[in-house]
């Protein structure tokens, strides 16, 4: 996993959150094991208690099971990923929701940008990414 950390936001929820977007990529699976809290430390260059923190929030929410002995592990259920899909993007709708209104853009402007995005993409084009 390599990552590059913002100051505006707290480490431990950036790990979380690149771990929710692998879920719902499909680059962890349901019961992928996860990176132990020291490796995951190590490869990040961060505090061993700051993955903790993120492990742990990942389990209270239902995300990962730790297992006695043989590590945390995405859980085990197809739904996770969906449920995960759809947190993430209720979070970038509300994001660009909220961008295009103080841009001063109207929902029918937002909603035509969106539509002429995809239309892009669906041609091959692409669109720039941030």
Do not use: H, W
Not at 6 to 24: C, F, G, N
Request: negative net charge.
């Amino acid at each position: 996993m390599d990552m590059k950390f913002t100051t505006s936001i707290p480490i431990y929820l950036q790990i979380m959150d690149e771990i929710k977007r692998q879920i719902a990529t499909g680059v962890l699976k349901p019961g992928d094991k996860l990176p132990s809290q020291r490796e995951l430390a190590a490869q990040l260059k961060v505090n061993a208690n700051t993955v903790q923190r993120a492990y742990r929030e990942m389990e209270v929410l239902g995300l990962v099971e730790t297992l006695r002995g043989q590590g945390t592990f995405v859980r085990r259920s197809q739904a996770i990923v969906e449920e995960t899909r759809r947190e993430l993007l209720s979070r970038l709708v509300d994001d660009f929701a909220c961008a295009m209104r103080s841009l001063g853009f109207d929902r029918g402007e937002a909603l035509e940008l969106v539509r002429s995005a995809f239309e892009r993409i669906e041609a091959g084009e692409g669109v720039e990414e941030q």
